[in-house]
Each structure stands twice: as structure tokens, then as C-alpha cells.
């Protein structure tokens, strides 16, 4: 069971320094409180309720849109609470190549931190992605 929260704001279009076409830019946020937060099939938060909030803005600026966002929730590892809490972060970058029915390219990545974890543990890592698709 899960119950969520979401706010979107979508902002006034504002017209480009360089050229005539509108900027879309958007704010979202949400918040959710879980039973369980489990990732890859595993819980990580101890079979125990989960909360979790994420932000994001995107801005489509013609043919390059970009995405920042944050997530985070409670975890529990049972590692000496050493690691308490994720926080994800993600950056993409989303366009054509080749005009309107030319190729669509998405890249991005993820960071995901976990303060408070000795750096030992190496719980911190990143993934890079690439995503292409015809148009």
C-alpha cells in the first residue's frame, strides 16, 4: 500500500534570447509513504514503512531539453546505522539529430549517495545512460 503526494507547476512559457520559439520549463514534486521500499527485488528498508520525496525541473529549450531531479528515502541495511538515508540525483540531456524524423537521443546519468556511510563501504556509485530511438 502506498499513498502519494504530487504537486506539478508548470511555469509561463518565456521566449528565447535567440530566437523566436517558447522555453517550456516545468517544477514537479512528490512524496510517497510505503509499506516497504524495495529495489531489484530486495528491501531496503528492513521490510519497514518507507518515506519518499522527490523535485525535479525540466526546461525544453528547442531541440535540447533538460531534466535535474532528486529522490530520497529512509533505508535500513542493518549496518550500525552507518547508512540512514538515499538521495539520488539525475541530470539528462534529451534531443534530434537529423530534424524531425531524424534520430532522438537521450543522456543522462544517476548518482546515488548514501550520507552518513563510512567510505569503506563503497554504498555511493553512479550509472551513465544512453537511450536512442527513431522519430
Request: aromatic share 10%; glycine share 10%.
Amino acid at each position: 500500500m502506498a499513498a502519494v503526494i504530487t504537486v506539478v507547476s508548470e511555469a509561463n512559457p518565456a521566449e528565447s534570447i535567440t530566437d523566436s520559439k517558447s522555453l517550456a520549463e516545468s517544477f514537479t514534486a512528490d512524496m510517497a509513504l510505503t509499506n516497504d521500499y524495495v529495489f531489484r527485488g530486495i528491501s531496503q528498508s528492513d521490510a519497514k514503512p518507507a518515506i519518499q520525496a522527490s523535485i525535479g525541473y525540466s526546461r525544453d529549450m528547442g531541440p535540447v531539453a533538460v531534466s535535474l531531479g532528486a529522490w530520497g528515502c529512509n533505508v535500513e541495511f542493518n549496518d550500525g546505522d552507518k547508512a540512514s538515508v538515499e538521495l539520488d540525483y539525475t541530470l539528462d540531456f534529451c534531443g534530434t539529430v537529423g530534424g524531425e524524423d531524424g534520430l532522438g537521443l537521450s543522456v543522462g546519468g544517476i548518482y546515488y549517495t548514501y550520507p552518513g556511510a563510512a567510505n569503506s563501504l563503497n554504498f555511493d556509485f553512479s550509472r551513465r545512460m544512453l537511450a536512442r530511438h527513431m522519430m
